[in-house]
């Protein structure tokens, strides 16, 4: 990571070993939060209410300058992950940034119109990646076959997979999550997200081989009336919050002693 004086992001706390937690932000103010709540892991991304979307290239040239390694999410639009060839040139690009501001990694996936990861358009993205390191997105959770999915992501040599286990919520997809982290045998890392929160956390990690977890820690306020009014702003808006951060953290290495 780039560091130096000009650091602009809070600094965090030295941090013992154990589980993994990766917060995803969309704001400066979130990343702040996140760092000093604790987070080992930043999923940078925009419009974190329709699901998150690429962060602009300054956001990633700030968060660059973070104590802790943060990944960008690729995903040029809001909907389905099937792309066309110049929307995957874009996603190209928006990985050129990523390296050229010296963000850690990525956050890619694609499928195809029959509900299958989209090898071909994922194999352009990690070759565009290189020398980056590669998680692969809840793409996963809308394919047909998601063994066939892991097998593709551990040839590609992406590091970890991010998923709910194909449900609304990791909760709710448990069983799927403990059969893709037994199918992926210490290859390659599940990471469950959706629904996260500090009441939960023990009980994902106690699955077989979960080792990280993906979480906003956001809370909800109310909006500026007036920024609502001209359509600024939806009625409630969610923020990243140190504390919530810091609760999760804290519930992860309990559950792991």
């Known amino acids: 990571m780039h560091k130096g004086e000009d650091q602009v992001v809070a600094t965090s706390p030295s941090k013992a070993s154990g589980p993994l937690l990766e917060i995803c932000v969309d704001d400066v103010a979130g990343l702040n939060a996140a760092v000093t709540g604790g987070a080992d892991r930043i999923e940078l991304c925009s419009a974190l209410g329709s699901g998150g979307l690429t962060p602009s290239r300054g956001f990633m040239a700030v968060a660059a300058k973070a104590s802790i390694p943060v990944y960008a999410l690729i995903r040029p639009r809001v909907g389905d992950f099937t792309y066309s060839a110049a929307e995957v040139s874009v996603m190209e690009a928006d990985i050129a940034a990523a390296r050229d501001v010296g963000l850690a990694g990525v956050v890619i996936g694609a499928t195809t119109a029959d509900a299958n990861l989209d090898a071909d358009v994922i194999r352009r993205l990690v070759r565009a990646a290189d020398g980056l390191d590669l998680t692969l997105h809840r793409a996963i959770d809308v394919v047909a076959d998601m063994d066939a999915a892991l097998e593709l992501a551990v040839e590609l040599g992406f590091s970890r997979i991010l998923t709910s286990g194909g449900a609304r919520h990791a909760e709710e997809g448990m069983e799927t999550l403990t059969k893709l982290a037994s199918r992926s045998a210490g290859r390659i890392s599940i ?57 999760l953290k804290a519930q992860m290495m309990s559950a792991a002693r």
Do not use: Y
């Open 191 to 247: 990471m469950p997200g959706g629904g996260v929160r500090p009441q939960n956390a023990a009980r994902l990690l106690a699955l077989p081989g979960i080792r990280e977890l993906h979480a906003s820690c956001s809370e909800a306020s109310a909006s500026d009336a007036r920024l609502v009014e001209l359509g600024f702003s939806s009625e409630t808006t969610r923020r990243t919050d140190a504390d919530t951060v810091r609760a």
